[in-house]
């Protein structure tokens, strides 16, 4: 069975080839995820950064933490926001 964590939100950086998705557990916990993907190949996403692991209690702890610890995260999600 595969797991059934929900996708909250995902930001792509500028190139698309790295993403950051906030995700829901079933438990109603949170957690951050961050991925590449070789635009070229097109084999799909795969997890860098070993992020998934920790618990946070809810999407905004999940996503402070996700600011903290992706680089290039922050400059993302301000041209997305900048965006909208």
């Keep these: 069975m595969g797991h059934a964590n929900k996708v909250m939100k995902s ?3 500028p190139q698309q080839d790295r993403c950051v998705d906030i995700f829901m557990s079933p438990d109603g916990t949170f957690g951050f995820g961050e991925f590449r993907r070789d635009v070229e190949t097109g084999e ?3 997890p860098v ?3 998934a692991a920790p ?5 905004d ?8 610890n992706v680089s290039w995260l922050f400059e993302s999600l301000t041209k997305e926001l900048k965006k909208n």
């Design 11 to 13: 930001i792509n950086n």
């Design 44 to 46: 799909g996403w795969f």
């Design 49 to 51: 950064g070993m992020h």
């Design 61 to 68: 702890a999940a996503m402070a933490e996700a600011l903290a």
């Design 55 to 59: 618990v946070y209690p809810d999407f």
